[in-house]
């Protein structure tokens, strides 16, 4: 796993990614990495939560129907009260929303990423595609550095 936490210069944004093998076991570190990025921005509980349920049914989806031998997790913040995670993998097969029967063992993914996101997509990119979720999330501490430049001196 190659993991970057890119710096945020004036007028970006945090954002931490990385690069896993397109397989199931790649799932929990998915959810590590929102979980992680969440704490690091002081992302309140419920935002964290929901972010980490979101990218782990993306990274699900592009595990099973992606066809590619890596993909990109991506949490970042567009804006200080929104979360965004995003999947980006090599398949240009964009994600359908589907109804499936109450017997149906899977095929519910999307479902839930629509009922829990604010607003979600697909990109396609020229190389593949990149599916995102973004909510809204509750600002908090900034972290440690935050914290350090924001001290009342004197």
């Known amino acids: 796993m190659t993991m970057t936490n890119e710096p945020v210069s004036p007028g970006q944004y945090p954002r931490q990614s990385a690069t896993l093998a397109s397989e199931a076991a790649s799932v929990p570190v998915a959810r590590q990495i929102v979980r992680e990025a969440c704490a690091e921005w002081g992302t ?11 990218i782990s049914e993306i990274v699900t989806n592009a595990v099973r129907h992606g066809h590619s031998h890596s993909l990109r997790v991506i949490a970042e913040q567009p804006r200080p009260d929104r979360l965004r995670v995003a999947v980006v993998d090599k398949s240009r097969r964009v994600p359908e929303l589907h109804i499936v029967g ?3 063992i899977g095929g519910r993914g999307l479902l839930l990423v629509d009922a829990l996101s604010d607003r979600w997509g697909t990109d396609l990119l020229p ?13 908090g501490n900034r972290g440690p550095a935050a914290t350090a430049c924001c001290k009342p001196t004197g």
């Open 44 to 54: 309140d509980q419920d935002g964290a939560e929901t972010g980490t349920l979101l």
């Open 102 to 104: 109450p017997d149906a």
């Open 127 to 139: 190389w593949g595609k990149r599916v995102w979720a973004e909510i809204a999330i509750k600002v």
